[in-house]
């Protein structure tokens, strides 16, 4: 079993940034890809962002492209999400998860996931 721990979250304003951290602790013997996800009240979980093992490809969703960057320190276990010119509608809870690299492709869909985070909250005022 792997467990993944999201950090970071809070209450920032408008334009303010703010950075996640997921950190995996257990069984880390595989190779993940590792994705964020977050889900406002009432909608769906949506994807956000994710990164390959190596850190080497790197896919976003268009409503955080070119504010947000994902990054990962393997020898930490350890994925990061800076956020940049937060907007309200980015007030979500937002999850971290992992996926066999075995398994390839399918970055966005929440179903291919197998390990996921309990979520941190962000909530971003206007």
């Known amino acids: 079993q792997v467990q993944l721990v999201e950090s970071g979250g809070g209450l920032v304003q408008a334009g303010g940034s703010l950075s996640l951290s997921c950190a995996a602790s257990?069984?880390?013997?595989?190779?993940?890809?590792m994705g964020w996800f977050r889900q406002a009240p009432g909608k769906e979980r949506e994807f956000v962002t994710a990164s390959t093992w190596s850190g080497g490809r790197t896919y976003y969703a268009d409503s955080v492209k070119g504010r947000s960057t994902i990054s990962r320190d393997n020898a930490k276990n350890t994925v990061y999400l800076q956020m940049n010119s937060l907007k309200p509608e980015d007030t979500a809870v937002y999850y971290c998860?992992?996926?066999?690299?075995?398994?390839?492709?399918?970055?966005?869909?929440?179903?291919?996931?197998?390990?996921w985070g309990q979520g941190t909250q962000v909530t971003v005022s206007s």
């Open positions: 257990g069984r880390i013997d595989s190779r993940f890809d």
């Open positions: 998860a992992a996926k066999f690299s075995a398994v390839y492709g399918g970055y966005s869909n929440p179903l291919v996931y197998n390990y």
